[in-house]
């Protein structure tokens, strides 16, 4: 491996890149895993239940903990209330930490209540939109209870047919729910805005791409931003221009990370358009080596939300994990100034070029030898599948908590 090493620092080197840097930035990166991703889940077919799955958020802390074990990047996890539910969040944070982890991101869940049929704060009775606004004043106590700075929204509201709601009516309620829980919020702590442009709403999705959710954000002011999900776009979507755009108006707070090849298909990340992960990545880089946009740049909320049918959930999470690391470590290696040059030049298959070799680089030397230096084996993945957890997990049965 450090043989391998030293002949890949040498040719990067020699292209001028300051290999030191790269590898103290790799070190700092961190992704949040979320703790709907180590339960059951499935599609509106079927959920598999796999044997070891977790069966309270203790359990998904657990894997959780695995995670960050063997890639040293994934200190945090996203909960879901009230998947994520418990009495006593004291408890929660005290496990956590004794773990070494902390609580990420609280996503209140106001897609599950057969009171949310119609919508949640959209909802045309004004019971129901109270009943969502306080179920999302109580994930700001619950933060509080385990100090996290962060709420992160989606809202399933939206429609089926035309003429089924009004949409400025609808917008309004919207406004009117988010200022209430921006009031509640402490100065601190951040509303993250996620959009959709469909399901389950087939018609109309009241935050339906990042355009609303920007407009949202902008009229709540400081404490908002919005929230960049890869797979909740229209197909053909340049969502890395999205995220260039949303970080210059120091406007991007967070990601989830996914892959899809049709819908919001929540795969593994980086399965089935590694480039499109890599450009995103192009975008946050040139951003935070931008003193206008680095601040944004350096407090984006990097989080994985992801969803395993049928592969074995541990391993899908370090995959995507190493794979955002794997696209974050090419997006550092791009050579910002020729291409700037290039740029400038209207040098056209000059400047794709340094972008496209960027990604052709092979950074496996580099990512073994950062892991070398943070005391991780070289290959998570491996070290992971050989530790027997995969096998202890069996005993916690079949019938694990997962989606309700
Ligand atoms: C909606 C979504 C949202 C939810 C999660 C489970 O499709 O992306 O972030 O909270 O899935
Ligand atoms: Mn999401
Ligand atoms: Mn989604």
New binding site residues.
């Given amino acids: 491996m450090s043989k391998g090493y030293e002949v890949w620092e040498e040719r990067q080197m020699e292209k001028g890149i300051d290999v030191e840097r790269v590898k103290e930035k790799i070190k700092s990166f961190k992704v949040e895993t979320p703790s ?1 991703g180590y339960g059951d889940s499935g599609t509106r077919f079927k959920v598999f239940k796999q044997a070891g799955v977790p069966r309270s958020l203790f359990e998904k802390l657990e894997d959780a903990a695995q995670v960050h074990k063997y890639t040293g990047i994934c200190p945090s996890v996203a909960i ?1 209330i009230p998947w994520d539910k418990v009495d006593d969040y004291g408890e929660v944070k005290e496990f956590t930490e004794s773990l070494g982890l902390k609580i990420g991101a609280v ?1 209140p ?1 106001l897609f599950q209540d057969d009171d949310y049929k119609f919508g949640s704060v959209c909802n045309a009775n004004p019971e129901i939109r109270k009943k969502a606004v306080n179920h999302m004043l109580e994930c700001v106590e619950i933060a509080r209870a385990v100090d996290s700075k962060i709420l ?1 929204l ?1 809202f399933a509201d939206g429609t089926n047919y035309p003429g089924q709601g009004d949409f400025r009516d609808r917008k309004h309620w919207m406004q009117e729910s988010l200022a209430e829980l921006d009031a509640a919020m402490d100065d601190d702590m951040r509303m993250l805005i ?1 959009y ?1 442009f469909y ?1 389950p709403g087939f018609y109309h999705t009241d935050i339906a791409d990042w355009g609303m959710a920007y407009t949202f954000a902008t009229k709540i002011g400081k404490k908002a931003q919005v929230l960049v ?1 890869l ?2 776009h229209p197909q053909g979507t340049n969502v890395e221009h999205i995220v260039a755009f949303l970080l210059d108006e120091g406007k991007l707070g967070g990601f ?1 990370f996914n892959n899809r090849k049709y819908g ?1 298909d ?1 795969l593994i990340v980086g399965s089935i358009n590694p480039y499109e992960l890599f450009l995103i990545f192009n975008e946050l880089v040139a951003g935070a080596c931008d003193p206008w946009t680095k601040e944004t740049a350096e407090n984006v909320a990097y989080m994985i ?1 992801q ?1 395993h049918n049928i592969e074995p959930k541990v391993p899908a999470m370090i995959r995507s994990v190493l794979n955002v690391q794997t696209a974050y470590a090419k997006a550092l290696l791009v050579d910002r100034e020729l291409l700037k040059e290039r740029q400038l030049n209207g040098d056209v298959l000059g400047a794709e070029a340094v972008v496209r070799e960027a990604f052709e680089i092979d950074v496996r030397p580099l990512l073994g030898k950062v892991r070398e230096e943070m005391g991780l084996a070289p290959d998570p993945m491996k070290a992971y599948l050989e530790s027997g957890y995969e096998q202890k997990k069996l005993e916690r049965g079949i019938g694990g908590k997962g989606w309700e």
């Fill in positions: 709907w879901h996503n869940n992160s989606w996620e959709k399901e999900d797979g909740h989830h919001d929540d939300d969803s």
